[in-house]
């Protein structure tokens, strides 16, 4: 099985900067694509970006030029830098990542991103 474990969550003011971290232990080979979701409250979980292992990146279009992923393979770790954060990035953010070893993905318990007004 594969483990995820994000931080870097908090409370931020509209304009501010977070960078979460996801780092994956466990059987980590065979890890394909990583990526992160995030689920507001009342909404759908919704992907934001995801990065395959050689470094291609896909984003959702309401943060692109704001957010960017990336990844380290050594240290089976995802990142996402998130600059000028908006109230509507509100919401849970999950780390996922897809095993090719397991056939499935698997999620991390989430990282609460907060942005006021």
């Known amino acids: 099985q594969v483990q995820l474990v994000e931080s870097g969550g908090g409370v931020v003011q509209a304009g501010g900067s977070l960078r979460l971290v996801c780092a994956a232990s466990?059987?980590?080979?065979?890890?394909?694509?990583m990526g992160w979701y995030r689920q507001a409250p009342g909404k759908q979980r919704e992907l934001v970006a995801i990065i395959s292992r050689d470094g291609i990146t896909n984003y959702q279009d309401s943060v692109k030029g704001r957010f960017t992923s990336s990844r380290d393979n050594a240290k089976n770790t995802v990142y996402l830098q998130m600059n000028n954060l908006k109230p509507e990035d509100t919401a849970v953010y999950l780390c996922?990542?897809?095993?090719?070893?397991?056939?499935?993905?698997?999620w991390g318990q989430g990282t609460q991103v907060t942005v006021s007004s």
């Open positions: 466990g059987s980590t080979f065979g890890i394909n694509d």
């Open positions: 996922y990542c897809r095993s090719g070893a397991y056939g499935r993905d698997f």
